[in-house]
């Protein structure tokens, strides 16, 4: 009997420990269930929420509601399961945590001045029986900092390469790099993320290498940020890029046409970076005529001569190069008009050409119209040389036929 006790104490415990940790599984099962965000249709007292993004610095709303309630108090709490308010009583002494709305169904708090601190799960509770609870998850957005250009030296003579590097640091999620050339977009190497120490947020680098031509001198190359934290656009840093090349030139006359007697001068122009300092004239087809005088990027004469005929050559230097152009000049006659009083003659025989023909058409007019009326006219002179038995009867007649018909009238009478 006593070894038939024993074995009863053993048997009993060992049941109330399988029944207890059953009983333990089933309620943790509900209550995983309970508190999912996981909407029951048929639960009006089940609390709803939903996610946040917010970028560093920003505002976030937190909102719970429930369709019924049995006068229990919502309650929000923070990442570190600290109560924040209860109903309408703060718990936690922040002062960026604000009450906007408290009912028995709704519980609305905001957090201003929003941190990479709080970022995390959020928790919405009911205390019903069972207690009921809803999570929010707020993700905070790392702002990335401005863009900072590297690479860039005083100036690259053309032909050369340089390599130019992107750096934004701060973001979360990484940010993206764009390069630009004025407002085209180029493309870099891919970006290169790392994660910064103690910190969620990262740093970007893009590095770009560009092949410069004299075309590139004075744009603008930019790298700009993308990234969802950003609202207005994008954020960008522009470096003007200078580019050495050696110039092209140019020869300005002062007059197109250059007239024997006058004084007159050619220019130098040369276009390059640097400006060139230097020029070098000279005549092709021998020495500078004795009265043309050299004045760095002139060439005076002091009075035009038909032996000043010629092509003249003018060299530009800049030190990074050397470039030249040709000019012919030929010296007018003092006689030959110059091209703005031939412009002026050309518009006086155009108008005088328009009025010959006016006159002209009104003259072809005017002559079939005295035509045509000289014939109506002689129509009516042979009308008084039908009936006349003799000539001086039929120029009575036709230059008074009215005196005719009244003798005809006083004989009848």
């Known amino acids: 009997m006593s070894g038939m006790r024993a074995r009863q104490s053993m048997t009993f415990p060992a049941l109330q420990r399988a029944a207890l940790r059953a009983l333990a599984a089933l309620t943790m099962l509900l209550a995983t269930s309970v ?10 007292f089940q609390p709803v929420t939903q996610d946040e993004t917010v970028a560093v610095g920003g505002v976030v709303t937190l909102t719970c509601n429930v369709k019924e309630n049995d006068n229990s108090s919502l309650q929000w709490s923070n990442t570190a399961q600290q109560t924040l308010y209860f109903g309408e009583k703060r718990a936690l002494r922040d002062n960026r945590i604000q009450l906007v709305k408290s009912t028995g169904t709704e519980l609305i708090i905001t ?30 957005l790392g702002v990335p900092g401005k863009p900072v250009i590297t690479g860039f030296e005083d100036a690259i003579q053309e ?5 130019l ?4 640091s701060g973001s979360k999620p990484p940010a993206k790099l764009h390069w630009y050339r004025d407002q085209e977009e180029i493309q870099g190497r891919p970006d290169v993320v790392e994660s910064n120490p103690d910190e969620p947020t990262y740093t970007v ?22 990234h969802p934290s950003i609202a207005n656009g994008d954020k960008r840093t522009e470096r003007p890029i200078s580019v050495l090349f050696s110039p092209s030139v140019s020869i300005q006359p002062e007059s197109d046409l250059p007239r024997e007697g006058e004084k007159f001068f050619l220019q130098c122009v040369g276009n390059g970076n640097p400006e060139p300092t230097a020029f070098v004239w000279r005549r092709k087809d021998g020495e500078l005529p004795p009265m043309a005088k050299v004045d760095d990027a002139f060439l005076h004469f002091e009075s035009l001569n038909k032996s000043d005929n010629g092509i003249y ?26 091209t703005p009083l031939g ?7 155009g108008v005088v050409a328009v009025i010959v023909f006016i006159m002209l058409c009104l003259l072809i007019v005017l002559g079939r119209y005295l035509i045509r009326h000289k014939g109506t006219y002689l129509t009516h002179e042979a009308k008084g040389s039908d009936d006349a038995p003799d000539a001086d009867t039929a120029i009575i007649n036709a230059e008074g036929g009215h005196s005719g018909m009244d003798d005809k009238k006083e004989y009848f009478i």
């Open 165 to 168: 590097t992107c750096t934004s």
């Open 111 to 140: 957090i201003s001045d929003v941190q990479l601190s709080d970022d995390g799960e959020y928790t919405c509770s009911i205390f019903t029986m069972p207690v009921r609870t809803a999570r929010a998850t707020v993700t905070v």
């Open 35 to 44: 508190r999912s965000n996981f909407v029951f249709d048929d639960d009006p």
């Open 205 to 226: 680098t893009s590095e770009l290498t560009l092949t410069v031509t004299r075309n590139d001198n004075n744009a603008l190359i930019a790298c700009a940020v993308d």
């Open 343 to 349: 412009v002026d003659h050309a518009v006086i025989g």
């Open 313 to 338: 050559e003018c060299q530009a230097d800049n030190g990074i190069g050397m470039g030249d152009v040709t000019h012919t000049l030929l010296v007018q006659d003092p006689t030959v008009m110059s």
């Open 159 to 163: 032909g050369g390469k340089v390599t």
